[in-house]
């Protein structure tokens, strides 16, 4: 019996030395000045290349001349490379002693699946690097001139998904009534519930509320109202929905000014 654990343990040895490294790295929100230097240097030494789909194509740019770039797209509402699939792939390209850099948007662990991925790669005996990312949900926001904590306004952010994998819901009752900035991501499908959640659980329909769309982008759009006036009409891209009093620092001219320039 210990023989068989020994000699098990000794196969996983080998393998992890035979095996190349993978990066899981965020890109950031969109804009790919946005990414860190970290992230730049680990993507030019990758062989292979996963990217996800609502990562700008501008990223890719820092990759190794020669690079193998695979399209593994997931955009909620459209087809999705499934992530078994995924992960399958990144495990056999690093057991060829391939560098793997899985590229995903904002930051890896925030809604990201980096925490699955990890822990798949980490049992399979390959050796991982996690390079953190800005996330949508502070650096989105930022664009307008909102920060999703300030002493005056908000003393704390709630990051939340509006889109499960099992359908449930979070507990808008209880979201209502906490007093933080709450970031939604992946919301626009559900902005409906969302808000009858809300008001349900005492939030007040005057309460400022935006939705941002292609944040960081040229594409940018974004809407500035209320939570009883917040509509997902005309948006269809990536965006986050920001409830809270923050809100109301948001500097619309400035923004203005900036599109006009360009």
């Known amino acids: 019996m210990h023989w068989l654990f020994g000699t098990a343990l000794a196969n996983r040895q080998v393998m992890k030395m035979h095996s190349g490294t993978v990066y899981l790295i965020g890109a950031g929100p969109g804009d790919p000045e946005l990414m860190t230097l970290k992230a730049v240097r680990a993507l030019g030494q990758a062989d292979v290349?996963?990217?996800?789909?609502?990562?700008?194509?501008?990223?890719?740019?820092?990759?190794?001349?020669?690079?193998?770039?695979?399209?593994?797209?997931?955009?909620?509402?459209?087809?999705?490379?499934?992530?078994?699939?995924?992960?399958?792939?990144?495990?056999?390209?690093?057991?060829?002693?391939k560098t793997v850099a899985r590229l995903k948007g904002g930051d890896p662990f925030v809604f990201g699946r980096g925490g699955e991925e990890l822990r798949r790669l980490e049992a399979a005996g390959i050796v991982v690097e996690v390079i953190p990312g800005l996330t949508a949900g502070i650096a989105v926001p930022a664009t307008l001139g909102i920060p999703v904590t300030d002493r005056a306004a908000a003393r704390g952010v709630t990051f939340v998904t509006g889109h499960s994998r099992d359908g449930a819901e979070p507990n808008w009752r209880f979201l209502a009534r906490s007093g933080s900035t709450l970031v939604i991501y992946m919301g626009l499908a559900?902005?409906?519930?969302?808000?009858?959640?809300?008001?349900?659980?005492?939030?007040?329909?005057?309460?400022?509320?935006?939705?941002?769309?292609?944040?960081?982008?040229?594409?940018?759009?974004?809407?500035v109202t209320t939570l009883g006036r917040l509509s997902g009409a005309g948006f269809s891209g990536p965006a986050i929905i920001v409830i809270g009093e923050v809100v109301r620092f948001a500097k619309l001219g400035t923004l203005q000014a900036k599109e006009r320039a360009a």
Do not use: W, Y
Request: hydrophobic share 35%; with cysteine; glycine share 14%.
């Open 49 to 97: 290349v996963l990217v996800d789909d609502l990562v700008d194509r501008g990223c890719l740019a820092h990759a190794r001349p020669g690079a193998r770039i695979i399209e593994v797209g997931k955009r909620g509402g459209c087809r999705s490379t499934p992530q078994v699939f995924i992960e399958k792939l990144i495990l056999s390209n690093s057991r060829r002693g």
């Open 190 to 223: 559900n902005l409906e519930s969302i808000v009858a959640g809300l008001k349900s659980g005492g939030m007040g329909p005057h309460t400022p509320a935006c939705i941002i769309e292609n944040g960081t982008r040229p594409s940018q759009r974004q809407q």
